[in-house]
């Protein structure tokens, strides 16, 4: 078990005095059997005129805040302190059936996990990539097709941050051969649907210790969970070949990447008045 803490920080910034429209946030981790929170503290300037929390369809925690007045500037400043426990074992166990691909999902498993098995772009470019991890024989076992793919995209692709909204299409990260994290999360999604397993993408930070080589720190990180019966969602982070939640800090999980961004709003005036934002992300260890 360690402890870490992630400072999320947030600034937008305008030429000119500006309304601010409702803002909605997913900056608290989500609390399971193998991550605790200790603290949280969520500061906004200019203070808002009112805060309330939700939880949406995923069961992700939002806040959502409006304000009253003009303001030139507008900043948000998460602090979190939890206690991370690493699950990445060995061997997962998964039910016999589905030790081995292709296996069926159970009848009362599927009403659950369809959406995980929908493929949100066509074309046959990512199902035909995706094919290069299986065996030429007529089973390969399951988590060595993940893994495979989770070493491959590291192997296959180049990492790089890209400051733009949104993300390239599966197809793009494939042309090109790189991408950010939340790119080659889309493509192992993509792929790992187009093979009959559920996938589902996930939002959150990563604890990069120093000299361990991972990509993603400094911003939000991203990665995938696939369904496997047995074992449940497993993390795989194709951006740094991580199987299980080692140095991976879940926020916020769901069928799409645009279902689940960290912070999003709007503001009223020109569209001229926005000078950019600044986004600063640091996690790191509390010494025992």
Known sequence: MSVLTVHHSTVYRYSEPVGLGIHRMMFRPRESYDLRLIETKLEITPPPAQVRWLHDPFDNSVAVVSFEGTTSSLSFDSTVTLEHVETSVPEYPLEEYARSYPFRYADEDYPNIASGLERRYAGESVPQWALQFLDPAEKTPTMKVLGAMTQGIRDQFKYNVRVEKGVQTPEDTLKSKKGSCRDFAVLMMEAVRSLGIAA?????????????????????????????????????????????????????????????????????????????????????????
């Open 200 to 288: 589902r993408f996930v939002s959150g930070y990563i604890f990069v210790p120093d000299s361990s080589g991972l990509a993603g720190g400094g911003a939000t990180h991203a990665w995938i969970q696939a369904y496997l019966p047995g074992a449940g969602w497993i993390d795989f982070c194709p951006t740094n070949s991580i199987i299980g939640n080692r140095n991976l800090i879940r926020v916020a999980v769901a069928w799409t990447h645009d279902q689940v961004l960290p912070l999003w709003g709007t503001y009223s005036g020109s569209a001229e008045a926005f000078q950019g934002m600044d986004v600063t992300v640091n996690v790191t260890e509390v010494a025992g």
